[in-house]
């Protein structure tokens, strides 16, 4: 099984700061990366697929670059609404597609 | 519009069976895959297994195999998460989504999420 370790845990970002995340695949995954946002007593949601294709409705402020093992989710300006926990998902070795433990990113 | 949307919390006691659900609207439910996903309290996500409605082609994660079963009804649009003998441990949040696969790109994400059942065991 592919394991997907996220760092760091927690990200203290001031608001208009730019807030850099990282993905670590236990082997290659190609491109096949995703990232979801969870905000507290809702759904994830997409925001990027393919490791660098932002989802529909995505506002252009969210990145994601990287390749094989190592991936990065960069939110060039955080808005008060980015404060939240953001998950890496691969999807190159079905069916177990898992997830890494998450980065929650907190006001400074 | 694409929604799933999930049967309502659930409160059960160790040893008893649950069946939660997730209908599906607004695109092909029949030819996309449904995918779990679950969340124990203050935890991260668990990729639990996926299911294909249109033939019940089902693919568990090693971690949830044998543990619950994924089923589906392509009739109405809805699949199902199911347990035989629920444990406390078994208390979480879980999530369905839809699995879009893109036979274009090659690339798969969960593109709509149900708002979650919260299952809570406990005697």
């Known amino acids: 099984e592919i394991v997907m370790t996220q760092s760091p845990a927690t990200l203290s970002v001031s608001p208009g700061e730019r807030a850099t995340l990282s993905c670590r695949a236990s082997?290659?995954?190609?491109?096949?990366l995703a990232w979801y946002q969870q905000k507290p007593g809702q759904a994830p949601r997409l925001l990027i697929y393919?490791?660098?294709t932002r989802a529909t409705g995505i506002p252009a402020r969210f990145s994601g670059s990287g390749s094989e093992t190592e991936f990065t989710l960069t939110i060039s300006s955080l808005q008060s609404e980015d404060f939240a926990v953001y998950y890496c998902q691969h999807y190159n070795n079905w069916p177990s597609l898992t997830f890494g433990g998450g980065t929650k990113v907190e006001i400074k | 519009e694409v929604q799933l949307v999930q049967s309502g919390a659930e409160v059960k006691k160790p040893g008893e069976s649950l069946k939660i659900s997730c209908k599906g609207s607004?695109?092909?439910?029949?030819?996309?895959?449904i995918g779990w996903v679950r969340q124990m309290p203050g935890k991260g996500l668990e990729w639990m297994g996926i299911?294909?409605?249109?033939?019940?082609?089902?693919k568990y994660s090693p971690s949830f195999q044998g543990q619950v079963t994924i089923s589906a009804d392509k009739s109405i649009s809805t699949a199902y998460l199911q347990w035989n003998s629920l444990k406390a441990s078994d208390t979480a949040m879980y999530y369905c989504?839809?699995?879009?696969?893109?036979?274009?790109?090659?690339?798969?994400?969960?593109?709509?999420w149900g708002q979650g059942t919260l299952v809570t065991v406990s005697s």
């Open positions: 393919g490791a660098s």
């Open positions: 082997q290659s995954v190609t491109n096949n």
């Open positions: 299911i294909y409605p249109s033939d019940s082609e089902t």
């Open positions: 989504a839809r699995l879009y696969y893109d036979i274009l790109t090659g690339y798969s994400r969960l593109d709509h």
């Open positions: 607004g695109y092909s439910f029949t030819n996309n895959w």
